[in-house]
């Protein structure tokens, strides 16, 4: 009953190599009803993959997943260490930035998880959740917790 499936797959496997690129994208927006031989309506929100795929080409969408994903993990690499796997209750300052990094690393565990889901999704390797791409999906509370645990990882001290 939902040919969305077939449409994403088929749109991936039509874009050029290098993608259609900025503004040349097919696009079926709300004239859907008829035969269609563009992006899905769920472009906002399901499909970001697919659009990157359109916009860029698979290799360099591929290419910014994976580009996303090491910076992800290099802004919580060194919170790790500032830990040393256990909060040190002798230190109060210690114990406040032992339990907000392991936050942060948790948050991007989660991260990587969504962005996993959503890239295989988008393959057909997963049924789609609706789980939102990171930063970029049209889910305006994902957008708000994302942004706010980012700002949590950036701004807390690390220690070398």
Partial sequence: TNDQMAIITW????????????GSVPWCGDLAGT????????????????????????AAALGLVILMGAW????????????RGAVEPASPRATQQAWLSWVAVCWVG???AQLAVTVAG????????GITFPFASYGAWSLLVNTFFLALAIHLPRKA
């Fill in 11 to 22: 749109f991936q496997e039509s874009a050029p190599p290098h993608g259609y690129g900025l």
């Fill in 122 to 129: 988008n393959f057909g390797w997963l049924p789609l959740t």
């Fill in 110 to 112: 989660l991260t990587l």
């Fill in 35 to 58: 035969t269609c031989r563009g992006v899905p309506r769920q472009i906002q929100s399901d499909y970001v993959f697919t659009a990157l795929v359109g916009e860029y080409g698979k």
């Fill in 72 to 83: 992800l993990v290099r802004l919580v690499a060194r919170h790790g260490l500032a830990t």
